[in-house]
């Protein structure tokens, strides 16, 4: 594990610090936990705008396909297969 230093704006500290106590956790493993939630939004927002495949969501979240399909549910994020996109491949197929 790297150790890194940044600044904080006080709206973030205040959030993590509101994590800590809720979950009786320290506020290094509060902001690990708030960064890696943000982390899986970005890749969920990023796979649902068709920015990222889902085996590459997967590889960024260091999770298998089946975690990743889980968290992407658990987002709200359906998929990005379009009616369209099904259509097209279909005529890419021999007759």
């Given at each position: 594990m790297k150790v890194q230093s940044?600044?904080?704006p006080d709206e973030i500290d205040r959030a993590i610090e509101?994590?800590?106590r809720s979950e009786k956790?320290?506020?290094t493993s509060s902001?690990?936990?708030?960064?890696r939630m943000?982390?899986?939004m970005y890749v969920a927002k990023s796979y649902e705008k068709g920015k990222i495949s889902l085996r590459e969501a997967a590889k960024l979240?260091?999770?298998t396909l089946s975690e990743t399909i889980d968290l992407l549910m658990e987002t709200g994020v359906?998929?990005?297969i379009?009616?369209?996109d099904v259509m097209d491949s279909l005529k890419t197929l021999p007759s």
């Open positions: 940044i600044r904080i509101y994590v800590a956790i320290e506020k902001l690990r936990k708030l960064t943000g982390f899986e979240l260091n999770l359906k998929g990005n379009r009616a369209k």
